[in-house]
């Protein structure tokens, strides 16, 4: 029916849609209210709904709905006066045209409405956790639970959490340090994305992984390959028996006295599991600051959102570290992450190459590519990893007299500045899910980027000279 249509033709038959149902509501507010009271009473709805099968007996209905005849007849007679239900013969009803197209707005609005996600959460959450006794559920949880420590980036803050409640004194700072999370830079080519900051090549997961282990504990990576859930919407059985493999194992590094860490705990972000109940997680996460004091409503195994692929990390044995060795180890890696010398997934850009590729970015894609979540998400990361990297340098420098000290001291003066460099950029674009990106404040950024280049080019330089120095 557009056919033909020119694209301000059809823009100003639209407006001109929406004017008119805008005066509808405004001119007819009373009436339109009592429109919607006759379908105001969970009866009737349920009434509407049955008969979007087709025509219903009077019998069947008060079957079905369990109101008595004189109930039924009542509701009926009001859906009736409002022209949504039609009598088609003797006891019998159906909807008119009217009340086809109510009902089927109706339940199009609450699918995609954010209430009934909330209600269906809490209809489960009811199910698993106030029920959990009563179905005689089992219920463990860990002598000394982890806490998440607040930060950005969730690795950093569930593996800092998860090692001091094993033993380790420990915090963001030596987690970013010795993974090298502190100094990488990730992001997708041509556009913004939140995954930069943790769309890894698996190869570069892995090195993380064994830097972590340096600050004394043995971890073990378990992944199940794909996704969860494998395609967008609701998980299918073959995505439930995924997870709930995955439970079992959790559960058994429960039942060891020892927390566990999971991707996607309950959105795309690594969490503390401490416990179990039932078929569901005892967690800390990034939730816990969000209303500190309040507990943590439990995950279920099959409410994970890991895109990628399914991902726990277990911990098995305090070990023995030569410190100085783990230092120059964590430097090295560092090093090589910060100068981009690593794998990287396609389409991504890592290093300084990363930098320049978000500059690019902010100056030339299309504003249909502009997500302001992306661009505001990575900018806070990196932030906070920038302050991670310049504070580990200078713990590590206070170690070592001599050219080695000047050179981890300058670097650490450097990344304090990127961190201050980025800290402005996020005053541009603070955290949102949504939000305005205009030219000028897309260029501004873009220059800031820039600057931060140089200045961690700086810095990386100093890493090179200390290790030489080493």
């Known amino acids: ?28 507010s009373e009436e339109v209210s009592g429109f919607l009271k006759s379908v105001s009473h969970p009866g009737r709805v349920l009434i509407l709904s049955l008969m979007m099968k087709g025509d219903q007996k009077l019998s069947h209905l008060g079957e079905a709905t369990g109101l008595s005849k004189n109930a039924l007849v009542n509701h009926l007679g009001m859906l009736i006066d409002k022209r949504l239900v039609r009598k088609t013969g003797r006891g019998r009803y159906a ?22 996600e ?3 959460r809490e ?18 949880v860990i002598g000394e639970p982890a806490k998440y420590q607040p930060c950005w980036i969730s690795y950093t803050g569930a593996i800092a959490g998860a090692l001091t409640a094993l033993g380790l004194e420990c915090d963001i700072t030596d987690v970013g340090g010795y993974s090298g999370y502190a100094f990488i830079t990730n992001v997708i080519r041509g556009t913004f994305c939140p995954s930069g900051p943790t769309a890894f090549h698996p190869k570069t997961w892995e090195e993380m992984h064994k830097g972590t282990e340096d600050i004394g504990y043995e971890i073990l990576c378990d992944d199940v390959a794909g996704g969860y859930p494998l395609k967008e919407g609701e998980p299918t059985p073959e995505d439930i028996a995924r997870a709930k493999k995955l439970f079992e194992k959790v559960k058994r590094e ?42 943590e409503e439990p995950v279920l195994y099959y409410e994970l959102q890991a895109p990628g692929n399914m991902h726990a990390i277990f911990f098995k044995e305090p ?72 504070e ?79």
């Open 95 to 116: 909807l008119t045209a009217d009340g086809e197209d109510l009902m089927a707005s109706v339940a199009s609005v609450y699918r995609d409405s954010t209430l009934r």
């Open 118 to 120: 909330e209600a269906r």
């Open 1 to 28: 029916m557009w056919a033909g249509l020119t694209r301000s033709a059809l823009g100003e038959m639209m407006g001109a849609k929406e004017d008119e149902l805008y005066n509808i509501l405004l001119e007819s």
């Open 392 to 470: 580990f340098l200078l713990r590590t420098a206070s170690s070592y007299p001599g050219p080695r000290l000047e050179h981890l001291s300058e670097a650490s003066k450097s990344y304090a500045e990127a961190a201050r460099q980025l800290k402005e950029f996020t005053g541009i674009f603070p955290f949102s899910l949504e939000g305005a990106m205009p030219r000028e404040k897309r260029l501004r950024g873009a220059e800031i980027l820039k600057r931060v280049k140089d200045t961690e080019d700086v810095a990386t330089e100093h890493l090179r000279k200390a290790l030489e120095n080493w």
């Open 254 to 295: 429960i039942d060891a006295d020892r927390p566990a860490i999971l991707w996607g705990l309950p959105i795309p972000e690594y969490g503390i599991v401490n416990g179990y109940r039932g078929n569901s997680y005892i967690t800390s996460t990034y939730r816990s600051l969000m209303e500190p004091g309040k507990p």
């Open 123 to 140: 209809m489960v959450r009811r199910s698993y956790t106030e029920g959990w006794r009563e179905k005689g559920m089992s219920e463990k």
């Open 319 to 390: 070990i023995e570290v030569v410190t100085e060795e783990a230092q120059r180890r964590a430097l090295e890696r560092a090093l090589r992450f910060a100068q981009g010398k690593i794998p990287v997934n396609e389409r991504y850009a890592t290093g300084p190459e990363a930098y320049s590729e978000w500059a690019d970015a902010l100056e030339n894609a299309p504003l249909a590519k502009a997500s302001y979540q992306g661009n505001s998400y990575v900018a806070a990361c990196l932030w906070e990893a920038r302050e991670m990297a310049a």
